[in-house]
């Protein structure tokens, strides 16, 4: 009963391709995120989202994409995928302004 | 902009000695703020959070906290670390935006 479950855990593409990483929580929150997390483990927020709201932090290339298919799913989209865009991506979700609870991320390899 | 800074990159200490963590904040209004461990190869945790009330929070762990309003400061304390303290500790506020982190601490416990 994983609070906030992505999946795949380690993904590992060639330069071009497309791959989604999905995100699920079950703790009912109103919030979810995706934040990037560099090999000098600088977490950098991706995006904020909720049923009424998508915050996108405007350094993110238009290569990346949420899609929520309801309140308690965002899924990640990589378009054209760069050896830039190797890294370790979380999801999260929190309530409101509250405490953010995080999956166990997946480290994105391209090659 | 509202943002949270750390100052210490890497943090050295021998079992038994004090710990104190920086961190600053820079936000206009309420703010929510967070102290997170990142166990290596792990997924983020919350070590505690402050929201309103008595300044000086504590958490899991033996950790605390204190803010401290007039140096826009939240800095965790901990008086004996211990080996398995060795981590990556993540300050982080939420405002009127998304969960935002700090570039993160890393600290090295050693025998």
């Known amino acids: 009963d994983t609070a906030v479950s992505q999946t795949p855990k380690y993904l590992v593409t060639q330069m071009g391709n497309d791959k989604s990483i999905k995100c699920e929580q079950n703790?009912?929150?109103?919030?979810m995120y995706w934040y990037k997390q560099d090999s000098k483990k600088f977490l950098k927020i991706m995006f904020s989202?909720?049923?009424?709201?998508?915050?996108i932090n405007e350094t993110v290339p238009n290569r990346f994409s949420p899609k929520s298919p309801d309140k308690a799913h965002l899924n990640l989209h990589i378009n054209s995928l760069e050896l830039g865009d190797s890294a370790v991506y979380f999801c999260?979700?929190?309530?409101?302004?509250?405490?953010?609870?995080f999956g166990q991320g997946t480290r994105l390899t391209v090659v | 902009a509202q943002s949270v800074s750390q100052h210490n990159h890497h943090v050295i200490l021998s079992e038994a000695a004090s710990l104190e963590l920086g961190c600053n904040y820079s936000?206009?209004?309420?703010?929510?703020l967070f102290w997170y461990v990142q166990y290596p190869g792990q997924h983020l945790q919350l070590l505690l959070k402050?929201?309103?009330?008595?300044?000086l929070v504590k958490g899991i762990k033996g950790f605390e906290a204190e803010f401290i309003k007039s140096k826009f400061s939240f800095n965790l304390r901990k008086p004996s670390v211990q080996w398995s303290d060795t981590a990556e500790y993540f300050c982080?506020?939420?405002?009127?935006?998304?969960?935002?982190f700090g570039k993160g601490t890393r600290l090295s416990v050693i025998a």
């Open positions: 999260a979700s929190s309530q409101g302004r509250g405490e953010a609870f």
């Open positions: 703790l009912g929150h109103d919030t």
């Open positions: 989202y909720n049923n009424k709201e998508l915050i």
């Open positions: 936000y206009g209004g309420t703010v929510n």
């Open positions: 402050y929201f309103s009330g008595d300044p």
């Open positions: 982080a506020g939420a405002g009127n935006t998304p969960l935002v």
